[in-house]
């Protein structure tokens, strides 16, 4: 299976950033996997923000609980992160990426994309 990330690399602040991951090689709504969101700011850890079950459920970190949403389009076996008024402290590389059920932790996914670099900027 493979996942690729897509979406905008600037953002300006205060708007809303929107990452889809388009998954190939197998199917996002067979198995009990976590198709999860997770981010790696300039100089710091990765972070796991939430991720969206095979079943359609969520899950999300506290961190970013307030701000970030998951959704998914089954038809073209995609999930996509919608993170609400993003500021500079946003700006970070973003992954997605696949882990067996109730993973919270970056280390505990497997399968990920390249990754995508986001910039939040006026």
């Known amino acids: 299976v493979q996942l690729r990330e897509s979406g905008p690399s600037l953002v300006q602040p205060s708007q809303t950033l929107s990452l889809a991951c388009t998954v190939s090689?197998?199917?996002?709504?067979?198995?009990?996997?976590?198709w999860g969101w997770i981010r790696q700011p300039p100089g710091k850890d990765r972070e796991w923000m939430g991720a969206?079950?095979?079943?359609?459920?969520?899950d999300y970190s506290p961190s970013f609980k307030n701000r970030a949403s998951i959704d998914r389009d089954t038809s073209k076996n995609q999930f996509t992160l919608h993170l609400t008024s993003v500021t500079p402290e946003d700006t970070a590389t973003y992954f997605c990426?696949?882990?067996?059920?109730?993973?919270?932790?970056?280390?505990?996914?497997?399968?990920w994309g390249q990754g995508t670099q986001v910039t939040v900027s006026s």
């Open positions: 090689g197998g199917s996002i709504v067979i198995n009990d996997y976590y």
């Open positions: 969206i079950t095979s079943h359609g459920d969520t």
């Open positions: 990426a696949r882990a067996p059920a109730d993973a919270r932790r970056p280390e505990e996914y497997s399968v």
